[in-house]
């Protein structure tokens, strides 16, 4: 059953390829387990004809997909984009859900071309955990910070006003000030319109649980510093005045005004108009 009847979550696999020392979806989903490309392809068929407006791709690790029955997320996005060329209206539109750096770097160009289709969403969610190569050992997380740069790099160049999503752990085991301050100068440099900045926390049975914990005033204020940064800086100054296509698949969280996504799934909201139902439509605004 959908939470929304216009959006359609499909996973496309389960578990994951890491060995994090901080998570447990490997203790609760066990190995990466991708279904076929055809099975994927014939659910989005079936949600289509169901009136479906987006499509979101979900997993515990997008970019893994495939790599254990022979094939590759950029395989099964070039599937999928035949499928919505041939089915799919025109404003409807696919999410390509979360993705650890280390599984997309040999399928960057598939990538981006998937992103710059006009069915896709030009949006990526990349968790970088933490910008300091130290640390990301520690985490067991398969990247360097070079790594994740060359991903962003890319993608910023390719896809034009692409949204990069991340992530950053505060506080986590073994994280010094130098850490941490390699942190900060990432999250300076590429300024990312959204940033989750989770403070660490040990969940039993994993390694990280058994590491040495940084104080709670540290960790907090490490979170708090980039929050403050994060919330300083202006993403959408500049526009005012720019001319948008949105897709409205919801309503705003004060229940009055319409919430649409652009094509980089930026969130713009739309004042409602007496008798007017702009749900499931595009609207220029």
């Not at 949006?123 to 740069?149: C, G, I, N």
């Not at 992530?167 to 999250?187: K, R, T, V, Y």
């Not at 940084?214 to 940064?229: D, I």
Request: charged share 30%; glycine share 6%.
């Amino acid at each position: 059953i959908r939470r929304n009847p216009l959006v359609e979550i499909l996973a496309i696999n389960t578990g994951c390829l890491n060995n994090c020392t901080y998570c447990k979806t490997k203790h609760a989903r066990g190995d990466l387990a991708s279904y076929e490309v055809s099975e994927i392809c014939d659910r989005v068929r079936a949600v289509l004809k169901e009136g479906v407006r987006e499509i979101w791709l979900t997993s515990e690790d997008t970019g893994a997909y495939g790599r254990d029955i022979g094939t590759n997320i950029g395989e099964l996005l070039k599937a999928l984009t035949r499928v919505m060329d041939e089915e799919a209206e025109p404003d409807v539109m696919m999410r390509i859900g979360m993705t650890n750096p280390p599984y997309i770097l040999d399928q960057l160009e598939e990538i981006a071309e998937t992103l710059n289709h006009p069915h896709v969403y030009a949006f990526m969610h990349l968790p970088v955990q933490s910008a300091s190569d130290h640390v990301l050992d520690a985490m067991k997380r398969k990247y360097t910070r070079e790594d994740f740069e060359r991903v962003v790099d890319y993608l910023r160049e390719k896809v034009p006003g692409i949204h990069i999503m991340t992530d950053i752990i505060a506080g986590f085991p073994s994280e010094e000030p130098e850490d941490w301050a390699d942190s900060m100068d990432l999250i300076r440099k590429y300024r990312f319109h959204s940033v989750q900045i989770p403070q660490f926390y040990p969940r039993p049975g994993t390694a990280a649980a058994k590491m040495k914990k940084l104080s709670t005033k540290v960790v907090k204020a490490r979170s708090r510093e980039m929050s403050t940064f994060w919330r300083s800086y202006l993403p959408y100054e500049g526009r005012e005045g720019t001319r948008y296509r949105i897709l409205v698949c919801e309503r705003a969280r004060d229940g009055k005004r319409w919430a649409g996504r652009n094509k980089c799934y930026e969130q713009i909201l739309v004042d409602p108009l007496p008798g007017v139902d702009l749900l499931g439509k595009s609207v220029d605004v």
